[in-house]
C-alpha cells in the first residue's frame, strides 16, 4: 500500500480486492514486512507507546502473498480470513500455506 498514490479510490472501490488485483501485476523481487515495532491498536498512529508491541520481527519472502500470511500469524490471525490475501492466493499471485514452504528462523 505505500506505493499506491490515491489510496482513497481503492477504498471506494472494493479495497481488498485492489489489493490482491495489485499484488499480481507486478510481481516483487523481494518483500519486506518490518515487524519490529508493531501498531496494535488506534493506527495509523496510536495515541501512546501502549498501542504499539515490540515484536523484533522481519519477514522477507519472493512470495507476497506468503509474507502477508506469515504477518497474520505472527499478529495471531489466521490468513485465509483476511480477503485480500485469500483473493490473491486463490487468484495464483502466491500461496498462503505456509506449511508448503521452506521457513529459516533466524534468531540473533
Known amino acids: 500500500m505505500g506505493i499506491v498514490w490515491d489510496r482513497g479510490y481503492w477504498h471506494r472501490n472494493d479495497l481488498q480486492q485492489c489489493i490482491a ?15 519490529y515495532r508493531v501498531m496494535m491498536k488506534r493506527g495509523p ?3 501512546s507507546v501502549d498501542d504499539v508491541n515490540l515484536m523484533k520481527s522481519l519477514i522477507l519472502s519472493t512470495d507476497i502473498v ?19 490475501i485469500r483473493l490473491a492466493a486463490d487468484a495464483g499471485v502466491g500461496t ?10 533466524i534468531k540473533i
Open 21 to 35: 488485483d495489485f499484488a499480481g501485476w507486478r510481481k516483487p523481487d523481494l518483500n519486506v514486512v518490518d515487524a
Open 96 to 105: 498462503m500455506d505456509l506449511d508448503k514452504l521452506n521457513i529459516n528462523r
Open 66 to 84: 506468503a509474507a502477508d500470511a506469515a504477518a497474520a500469524k505472527l499478529f495471531g490471525i489466521e490468513p485465509g480470513t483476511i480477503p485480500h
Open 45 to 47: 498512529r496510536g495515541v
